[in-house]
């Protein structure tokens, strides 16, 4: 028996996971030093999901993207996209028709990245971020102006709590998150991840390295018309601009997640409590802002735009350090090479 508990231990201490759940226990714990009752009750809870959950998934997107190699600077303007087709197609056919189209042109739009990625061998970074402008314009196309509306039953039941206890929006997470196990116990999973730390090793195995991107891709696309989805309902309406400032977002989120930008290393589960720590040190911010230092600014500078520059710092300071455990890595497989040799 101890030496399951070891074992489990052991396992929890080297998941690259680990980390971000400590930072987003810490930060939990603080705010409920600060807040007390007014952070610990369902409903309180239940407003953290609804408003995060369309980050949440689309870090879990990114973080399937970045396991495989690639990344995708795209992902807010895909939600755009997402948003103004829902509301538009909304006008015309049935809501769940509509929403359904929606969906399947993030899958599409997945399909179409990873493609020109996997099989033109263009750098991911350079094809995501000129398809986000392409893909903002599109937006634009579709919906020239934000409005239109969706029905109030849908907000209803998505705001909704199940048992008293368990937001609607956190169960959409849960089965967003049980599906990346899935396939991360599938062959699919170990390919993606190899095919980010190393393709070589996964093309003498004897599996199609680009079929294996190009998966990834669509898989992050779904997960991405699900966070579309989910943020239509939140904003009611649409707006061609409306996930537009999310794709960074979602890059810090990997980040905090422990997911390793250079790729093959990290988890789903990691990814999403990285997410939700950046929803939580928002709440945090928005709390110390409005009723510590009773002032929607610091020094001149205002409440949204320091939330963004924490952003960037995060991203600057994780792109750091990836950078420091890339070379740390790759000095290890030399120090042992050098080893071998010498015996």
């Given at each position: 028996m101890?030496?399951?508990?070891?074992?489990?231990?052991?396992?929890?201490?080297?998941?690259?996971?680990?980390?971000?759940?400590?930072?987003?226990?810490?930060?939990?714990?603080i705010n409920l030093v600060l807040q007390g009752k007014n952070f610990a009750n369902v409903s309180s809870i239940n407003s953290l999901f609804l408003v995060n959950t369309p980050l949440i998934l689309a870090t879990i997107a990114q973080a399937v993207?970045?396991?495989?190699?690639?990344?995708?600077?795209?992902?807010?303007?895909?939600?755009?996209?997402?948003?103004?087709?829902?509301?538009?197609?909304?006008?015309?056919?049935?809501?769940?028709?509509?929403?359904?189209?929606?969906?399947?042109?993030?899958?599409?739009?997945?399909?179409?990245?990873?493609?020109?990625?996997?099989?033109?061998?263009?750098?991911?970074?350079?094809?995501?971020?000129?398809?986000s402008f392409v893909l903002e314009g599109v937006a634009l196309l579709i919906l020239p102006q934000p409005g239109g509306t969706i029905p109030s039953s849908i907000y209803s039941v998505y705001g909704g709590v199940f048992a008293a206890v368990i937001p609607i929006s956190a169960l959409v997470i849960?089965?967003?998150?049980?599906?990346?196990?899935?396939?991360?116990?599938?062959?699919?999973?170990?390919?993606m991840k190899a095919a980010g730390s190393n393709p070589r090793s996964l093309y003498i195995a004897g599996v199609n390295v680009q079929k294996t991107k190009m998966k990834a891709y669509i898989a992050a696309g779904a997960i991405t018309g699900i966070a579309g989805l989910c943020l239509t309902i939140l904003a009611s309406s649409g707006d061609p601009k409306i996930g537009n400032a999310l794709s960074l977002n979602t890059i810090a989120a990997s980040i905090l997640g422990g997911v390793s930008?250079?790729?093959?290393?990290?988890?789903?589960?990691?990814?999403?409590?990285?997410?939700?720590?950046?929803?939580?040190?928002?709440?945090?911010?928005?709390?110390?802002?409005?009723?510590?230092?009773?002032?929607?600014?610091?020094?001149?500078?205002?409440?949204?735009?320091?939330?963004?520059?924490?952003?960037?710092?995060?991203i600057i300071l994780g792109l750091c350090s990836s950078l420091l455990a890339h070379l740390k890595k790759n000095n290890s497989r030399k120090g042992h090479k050098n080893i071998n040799e010498n015996k």
């Open positions: 101890n030496k399951r508990i070891r074992s489990f231990v052991h396992k929890i201490r080297n998941s690259p996971a680990f980390g971000p759940y400590i930072m987003l226990f810490i930060l939990t714990a993207i970045i396991f495989s190699g690639g990344i995708d600077l795209s992902i807010g303007a895909t939600l755009s996209v997402v948003n103004a087709t829902a509301i538009v197609l909304g006008t015309v056919m049935p809501i769940p028709l509509a929403w359904a189209c929606a969906f399947l042109a993030a899958v599409l739009l997945g399909a179409v990245k990873g493609s020109i990625v996997a099989y033109l061998r263009v750098p991911a970074i350079l094809v995501t971020f000129a398809l849960i089965c967003v998150l049980i599906f990346c196990e899935i396939l991360n116990k599938r062959p699919l999973g170990a390919q930008l250079s790729g093959g290393w990290g988890t789903a589960g990691g990814a999403a409590s990285g997410a939700l720590f950046l929803g939580v040190l928002n709440n945090l911010i928005f709390y110390i802002f409005n009723n510590v230092i009773k002032s929607s600014t610091i020094a001149g500078i205002k409440l949204s735009y320091l939330q963004q520059l924490l952003t960037n710092i995060i």
